[in-house]
């Protein structure tokens, strides 16, 4: 089983969106820009939910059975985000946040069809 078809089969673009966008809402108050919304109690609430994130992403693909729990998880804590963690990473982790989270409750595995079972013969 090659790299291909471990990626076909889970949801890799969602978990990678929810990795980036716990990455972007966990740096956002390390980086230091000087225009941080929220610190002390409040901003570490920011290491937390990108932690959060992070695990989810790593849980679309390590558990693709679980895609539509971590989904909605993965797109309440991206929205928790908003209020609590810089503005959701200045609105983009809070957008990677919600585009994976929707992917990974879209996602659905391939059809696997038996050899030779795959072509109807029509009655004529």
């Known amino acids: 089983m090659g790299l291909r078809a471990w990626v076909d089969g889970r ?3 969602a978990g990678l969106l929810a990795v980036l966008a716990g990455a972007e809402i966990l740096l956002t108050p390390v980086v230091g820009a000087g225009i941080l919304v929220h610190t002390g ?12 994130l992070v695990v989810f992403g790593l849980l679309f693909w390590t558990a693709p059975s679980l895609r539509v729990v971590v989904g909605a998880l993965t797109i309440a804590v ?9 503005l959701g990473g200045f609105l983009v982790g809070l957008l990677l946040a919600l585009v994976g989270g929707a992917a990974g409750i879209s996602w659905a595995p391939a059809e696997v069809r038996p050899p030779g079972r795959g072509r109807h013969r029509s009655a004529v």
């Open 11 to 13: 949801p890799f673009a």
């Open 41 to 52: 109690l409040a901003g570490q609430l920011s290491f937390l939910l990108g932690l959060l």
């Open 78 to 86: 991206g929205l928790a985000s908003f209020l609590t963690a810089n």
